[in-house]
């Protein structure tokens, strides 16, 4: 299984683009990176996934460095209610979608 | 739509009892994943069903933990003998085919006294 790492903890100001890092040294170059969030007291959410190129949906937009060993999560507007623990997934070794959570960014946005 | 059902929401019962937690998942999702989060830390997979059939079952703690999908849609995940380590929130994601993209419920905050 790909291991990710993440910055423990990150801080924003409303209204401003949230960049989220995430090391992912060991991913495959068929292995797509996952992004989930977990607000408080509710079940994950996923955000977006990518394998080499960038990414934008309408929660936020993923970088993907070229030798694909980082990615960057960008929330454009980050809001209050964007506070949550965000989780950078890789891929299960076994093909089977398992998702192997780290400990993930808790990102506080404060107004 | 709906989305994942979990019942109940919390469930506190007593060390060495028994106990069921229910997932509802999307309709039509064939894939089914169970995970479970202690205070601090990220989920961790336990068992992913395919259809009816557990495919994976390599996260599951020992044997006192078990889970059913009878009829390839609704999963009971089945505790044996409980143990105050088993106090965790056990969540509950399907998935349209088995891949990295699931929505999960609200959980099932399990105490055990």
């Known amino acids: 299984d790909a291991k990710t790492t993440q910055p423990p903890s990150m801080d924003c100001a409303e209204g401003r683009a949230a960049n989220l890092p995430c090391n992912h040294s060991t991913i495959s170059g068929n292995e797509y990176v996952y992004w989930y969030r977990q607000i408080h007291s509710q079940g994950p959410q996923y955000i977006i996934h990518g394998l080499k190129n960038n990414e934008t949906n309408e929660m936020a937009s993923l970088i993907i460095t070229e030798d694909r060993k980082s990615s960057t999560l960008i929330l454009p507007h980050a809001t209050l209610r964007d506070t949550a623990v965000y989780y950078c997934i890789g891929p299960d070794s076994g093909n089977t979608g398992k998702l192997i959570f780290g400990q993930g960014t808790t990102l506080q946005v404060k107004p | 739509g709906a989305g994942v059902s979990q019942t109940p929401s919390n469930k506190v019962t007593e060390k060495g009892k028994y106990v069921e937690l229910r997932c509802d998942p999307i309709s039509g999702h064939t894939a089914l994943y169970w995970y479970r989060q202690s205070l601090g830390q990220g989920p961790e997979f336990l068992i992913y069903f395919q259809g009816t059939g557990a495919a994976d079952d390599s996260g599951l703690p020992n044997d006192r933990f078990f889970a059913v999908r009878p009829e390839g849609s609704v999963s009971t995940l089945k505790i044996q003998r409980t143990e105050r380590g088993d106090s965790a929130v056990y969540l509950c994601?399907?998935?349209?085919?088995?891949?990295?993209?699931?929505?999960f419920g609200a959980g099932t905050r399990l105490s055990v006294l």
């Open positions: 994601a399907s998935s349209p085919t088995g891949s990295g993209i699931q929505y």
